[in-house]
């Protein structure tokens, strides 16, 4: 069924093709038609689906049937985080123009009063995150009365990030008579639950599984010790065909770190995680859809559901230790049916997560074994030595910060870092030999005649011995990576 068959207005229809949607896609065929026809609903959909649309368009269209009486909002979409709200309010507004309803939005980090002035003026749909939402409406801001429609989006990541007490409580100042969609990318126990607990009598829809999202994604592995990611990054980064990309890093000082080592090697970039303001965040967010950031380091909850169109290359900097989340980051790129790039950078010690990936994803990710910096230690760490590692950041972080605090209350300007000496991966008896020194990519003309490298055996190649860097196995970079042939 076309958007066109479905009973929607016309203004409406105009919109989606505005925003250049020809068909529906699979999660839209299946719920517009039942919201629409007041059904509740739970989609089993992760983002990239499209199912934003596929609750905008038939809450538009049926908030449209009806001018808003009073000034509070008739419908309620809660999201889990601040870029989420945004981007659903983003939705709302484009879909929505002429159409005479006024969207808000509401997310903490920012000031209220521009929010409350929003809301002063009469809601028809409030899209909002759950802690501001109840701060407002403690506040005497908020009348959630009169919802008539109610979304929640993203359950299972509201379940992850703690804020399903904050839901409940947004639940129980919804009148009882209303109509619930719900959406989650994952159906743990907890979600079943709130499905039983919130929607009556629901239709369930399902949207493709995530693997259709990952076929269309050309992914490759990097393996690769700890202490040399920076220069592979780097190096990868040297091939001008990478027009953007999003790194993803597992902590928020990680992405901190990346950003510092990508812009001392002149690299343009910022990051986006929980400890950055939110105008730092949206600030980072729209110079990387502008282009003018190159690269953009994000830790999983600040990117969730970030839709930047055309990105093409997704950096796992850090193996995810959740497999699914390897899926939601590679969801990023390869939207709307165009091509894009993974690239994922391994570790002996993120060996068994990216197996796990490997086994979720049911394919073998192929290995990149030309580059600069192959894996030289093929020995994981012990628990012991996980614990000393991470003691030893935690005390490297402190010392940082203590410096910065001394620093800034002596009100002296900010110190360039000194140099400081890599953070032990192993005791000192344990360590590999000193390197070779590393091979800069040389030119095409010194490489060396093509040796086929052996089919290695599943399992064995995952711990390669210590190779050196060669540039004529041309035929095992990606596609993506490959340079052009020099004009003469
Ligand atoms: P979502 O899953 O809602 O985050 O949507 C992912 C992307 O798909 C967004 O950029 C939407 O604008 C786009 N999109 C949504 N519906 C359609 C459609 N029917 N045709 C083409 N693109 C769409």
């Known amino acids: ?82 870029e989420l709200a945004l ?73 992850d990030m703690g804020f399903l007490p904050d839901v409940r409580r947004v639940l129980e100042k919804l009148p009882e008579k209303r109509q619930n969609l719900m959406f989650s990318a994952t159906i743990p126990e907890p ?15 399902r949207a493709a599984p995530p693997a259709t999202t990952v076929e269309k994604v050309e992914q490759t592995v990097y393996f690769v010790d700890r202490e040399q990611k920076p220069k592979l990054l780097q190096w990868v980064l040297e091939d001008p065909r990478i027009g953007s990309a999003l790194v993803f890093t597992r902590t928020k000082h990680g992405a901190d770190r990346v950003v510092r080592d990508l812009t001392r090697a002149g690299v343009r970039a910022a990051a986006i ?11 980072a967010l729209s110079q990387f859809k502008n282009h003018q950031l ?4 994000a830790t999983d909850i600040a990117a969730r559901g970030l839709d930047i169109e055309g990105l093409t290359h997704v950096i796992n900097y850090d193996i995810p230790e959740v497999p699914e989340t390897y899926v939601h980051r590679i969801g990023r790129t390869a939207r709307a049916g165009r091509s894009g790039a993974a690239l994922s950078f391994c570790t002996i010690d993120e060996k068994a997560d990216f197996l796990a990936i490997e086994r979720l994803i049911r394919r073998e ?25 991470r003691l030893e950041k935690q005390a490297r972080a402190e010392a940082a910060r203590a410096r910065r605090a001394a620093r800034e209350k002596a009100g002296a300007p900010a110190r360039k870092k000194a140099p400081q000496p890599p953070i032990s991966q192993k005791p000192a008896s344990q360590k590999p030999a000193a390197q070779p020194p590393r091979a800069k990519r040389p030119s095409p003309k010194k490489a060396a005649p093509e040796q086929k490298r052996p089919a290695p055996e599943r399992g064995a190649r995952r711990t390669p011995p210590a190779r050196a860097f060669r540039p004529d196995l041309e035929k095992y970079v990606p596609k993506t990576l490959r340079r052009p042939p020099k004009k003469h």
């Open 1 to 82: 069924m076309g958007f066109e068959q479905m009973p929607l207005q016309p203004r409406l229809l105009q919109n989606i093709q505005a925003e250049g949607y020809q068909a529906p896609t699979p999660i839209q065929e299946k719920s517009i038609p039942q919201v629409l026809a007041r059904r509740d609903l739970f989609g089993c959909a992760q983002t990239g689906t499209g199912k934003t649309a596929a609750f905008a368009v038939p809450v538009l269209s049926l908030l449209a049937q009806e001018p808003r009486r009073g000034k509070a909002p008739r419908a309620l979409v809660l999201t889990p985080t601040r």
């Open 87 to 159: 981007q659903i309010f983003e939705n709302f507004c484009a879909l929505g123009k002429g159409l005479s309803l006024h969207t808000c939005v509401l997310f903490g980090g920012v000031k209220q009063g521009p929010q409350v002035a929003s809301l002063e003026s009469g809601v028809d749909i409030l899209v909002a995150t759950p802690g501001r939402l109840n701060d407002l409406y403690h506040q005497g801001f908020v009348d959630l009365s009169r919802i008539e429609i109610f979304v929640l989006d993203e359950a299972d990541r509201m379940l």
């Open 191 to 205: 979600i079943k639950a709130l499905v039983d607990e919130i929607l009556q009598n629901p239709v369930h829809v």
């Open 273 to 283: 995680h929980g400890n950055k303001s939110q105008n730092a965040r949206q600030k």
């Open 294 to 297: 190159r690269v953009l380091v």
């Open 365 to 389: 990710i192929p290995e990149v074994t030309q580059h600069p910096y192959p894996m030289q230690n093929c020995t994981p760490m012990t628990k012991e030595q996980k614990e000393a590692l």
